[in-house]
């Protein structure tokens, strides 16, 4: 069974900043593309950001600019550095490893595989 490891949640005031790291193993996390995803409460999972094996990145609008995706292949470890956080960023987020990234041009769409992190709770105070 795959292994995604995943730290860094926390509770935070707005405007404040959070790092969320995920590690996996090597074979799975070499080359392949990474994403966080996130859950909040009575919505559906969204894709927050990816990166794929040659480190080229998407953000979902809502976080563009606040956010950074990024990966250490030393470590097998994709982070997501969150600043300026919002309340509406409170969620659980999710690490993803291994998806499938369809390029349109520059731009590419990541779809999910199975391999899932058990999730880290961010929560954001007004």
């Known amino acids: 069974q795959v292994q995604l490891v995943e730290s860094g949640g926390g509770l935070v005031q707005a405007g404040g900043s959070l790092r969320l790291a995920c590690g996996t193993w090597r074979s799975i996390f070499r080359g392949a593309a990474m994403a966080w995803y996130r859950q909040a409460p009575g919505k559906q999972r969204e894709l927050v950001a990816a990166?794929?094996?040659?480190?080229?990145?998407k953000y979902s609008d809502s976080v563009k600019d606040r956010f950074t995706i990024s990966r250490d292949n030393d470590k097998n470890t994709v982070y997501l550095q969150m600043n300026r956080l919002k309340p509406e960023d409170t969620a659980v987020y999710y690490c993803?490893?291994?998806?499938?990234?369809?390029?349109?041009?520059?731009?590419?769409?990541?779809?999910?595989?199975?391999?899932w992190g058990q999730g880290t709770q961010v929560t954001v105070s007004s």
């Open positions: 990166i794929t094996g040659g480190s080229s990145t």
């Open positions: 993803n490893a291994a998806g499938s990234s369809t390029f349109h041009g520059s731009t590419y769409d990541y779809t999910a595989s199975d391999y």
